[in-house]
């Protein structure tokens, strides 16, 4: 088995009964889109699916906010399986560094395989997908879908990021709307205003039919 093939396997166990926005099906759509950025870019491909295989393993939101066990149990996991230490710890500060709860506080890192990785993560978190995605996450959190009374925080600092909340629709000026210009690549950057138009179309939708207007 390559180093891939043992990471699916790892990755698939570990996620099992993960919240379905951060499940293995988002690891399978974030490595789709990795492999798609690659096509147009320069950098080193193992480095970039190992990461979009890992990124989430344990998200610090779901482990009592540790930001550090991420990185700790990809690392491990890596060592055991033999790769070597150049590129499981440049795995583990991508990790670290490329979470958008990450790029709202202070960023030590920075690399083109981060770059790709990040593009990928963020564009399943906008669409088609990033919508049912982010209510999923809202009635996993047992949050409003909307609240016309709760006022949207359109500048977010990392810890209000962190504890916010709100109503679902609010997370999409908080994060969803902005991503688009936060793209880092060309490839991102293209599929990214696509995504963002359907969800402008959706939100057009949505708050015409809050008020029975269509
Ligand atoms: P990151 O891990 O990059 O910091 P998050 O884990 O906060 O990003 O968000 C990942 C996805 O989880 C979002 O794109 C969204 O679908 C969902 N999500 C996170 N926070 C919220 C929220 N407050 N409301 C709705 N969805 C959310
Ligand atoms: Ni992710």
Not at 86 to 111: D, T
Not at 176 to 196: C, F, P, V, W, Y
Request: glycine share 6%.
């Amino acid at each position: 088995m390559t180093y891939i093939d043992k990471t699916v396997t790892f990755v698939k166990d570990k996620l099992k009964g993960a919240e379905s926005g951060h499940d293995w099906w988002h690891i399978y759509r974030v490595w789709n889109n990795t492999k798609l950025i690659l096509e147009t870019e320069d950098a080193d491909r193992l480095v970039c699916e190992l990461t979009a295989l890992l990124h989430d393993i344990a998200d610090s939101k779901f482990n009592n906010g540790d930001e550090s066990i991420g990185p700790r149990i990809a690392g491990e996991f890596l060592l055991s399986i033999g790769v070597e230490s150049r590129i499981i710890e440049h795995v583990q500060n991508i990790i670290a560094n490329m979470s958008y709860k990450a790029s709202l506080g202070e960023v030590n890192f920075h690399s083109k395989e981060l770059e790709i990785v990040q593009d990928a993560d963020r564009l399943d978190a906008i669409g088609a997908i990033g919508i049912a995605r982010a209510f999923n996450y809202g009635g996993y959190k047992n949050r409003e879908i909307h609240n016309p009374n709760i006022k949207i925080e359109k500048k977010i600092e990392k810890e209000a990021y962190k504890n916010s909340t709100a109503p679902t629709i609010n997370h999409f000026y908080e994060k969803l709307l902005l991503l688009k210009d936060k793209m880092n690549t060309s490839t991102g950057k293209k599929i990214a205003e696509q995504r963002h138009i359907y969800m402008e179309e959706f939100l057009d939708q949505f708050y015409a039919e809050w008020e029975g207007e269509r």
